[in-house]
């Protein structure tokens, strides 16, 4: 059952980050010092990089990314020890499944992609081995910890996500690739085409796909007040089993996406009826967009 309609306003993500970093035995002081390091104030770029000399700080959230984890844990190991990448790992942790509730992943897809997070983070410091100094450690280390209470972390970080967010936003954030993929397809097919493969020009499908989440959203609200969609829980959840199909497969196609949404629209009338609405949003953006080139 829907239950909001509207953003609710939640308690800052460092209070349950803080909840999880007692519950699992970290020291709480100096992981607060991380969050603020991470989401507040960065090191500077000089700090981090070599043979850079640059003032400026680097962006917040710096090191979430692969590709710049080996950096930011090679600046806290320095400053911090190995009681601060702990904290570290454990922060882009909860980040992550906070990014992942927001898109109505279930527990297990969670559970899932932690593993990935970790293997992808120790492939990058596999790399560059020098900046990584015993991750490996560090991740078994966490990886326990979290093992042993990780239903209850979950649920923490979903709390607070269902405090956040309304659950009709919840189903926007976990759409969003499929509305993506919609659009691409249709601008492909009218001539908006990219340089090469499969894709399309870039100008165009930013502009358009900007605003067909925003009608989108618009969409989906009318359809619940005139009671056209009733249960959003079972909207998602056929989402998440088209993710999971399409996770398994070494490199899914667009056939596969798109007899993955056709089974699943015969199987869910309420997911049919969705994805009808994304239809037509996607045709009503690209229709305005070409008027507005005259």
Request: hydrophobic share 40%.
């Amino acid at each position: 059952m829907l239950t909001c309609l509207y953003t609710v306003v939640g308690l800052p993500a460092w209070e349950i980050h803080t909840k999880v970093y007692e519950l699992l035995g970290l020291s709480t002081p100096l992981c607060q010092v991380i969050d603020h390091l991470v989401d507040v104030e960065p090191p500077k770029v000089k700090e981090i990089i070599m043979h850079e000399d640059k003032d400026e700080r680097l962006p917040v959230h710096f090191g979430f990314n692969k590709s710049e984890f080996p950096y930011m844990y090679n600046y806290v190991l320095r400053k911090y020890g190995l009681e601060g990448t702990k904290c570290l790992l454990m922060h882009f942790i909860l980040d992550y499944m906070e990014n992942n509730l927001a898109r109505g992943h279930t527990h297990e897809m969670i559970k899932s992609s932690i593993e990935t997070l970790l293997y992808n983070y120790g492939e990058e410091c596999r790399i560059v081995k020098d900046l990584c100094t015993n991750y490996r450690g560090v991740a078994k280390e966490i990886k326990e910890l979290l093992n042993k209470h990780m239903e209850q972390v979950i649920s923490e970080v979903e709390n607070w996500v269902s405090r956040r967010l309304s659950l009709m936003e919840v189903l926007l954030n976990a759409s969003s690739n499929i509305l993506s993929l919609m659009m691409r397809l249709e601008l492909y097919l009218r001539g908006y085409r990219g340089k090469k493969g499969f894709t399309v020009d870039r100008k165009v499908f930013n502009k358009t796909f900007a605003q067909a989440k925003y009608l989108l959203k618009q969409k989906v609200f009318e359809a619940i007040l005139n009671n056209e969609l009733k249960d959003l829980n079972k909207i998602i959840e056929s989402i998440n089993k088209i993710k999971q199909q399409l996770s398994v497969k070494h490199r899914a196609t667009v056939s596969d996406f798109t007899k993955a949404l056709k089974d699943e629209q015969n199987r869910n009338p309420e997911f049919d009826t969705f994805i009808k609405i994304i239809r037509k949003v996607v045709m009503q953006v690209i229709k305005d967009y070409e008027k507005s080139r005259g």
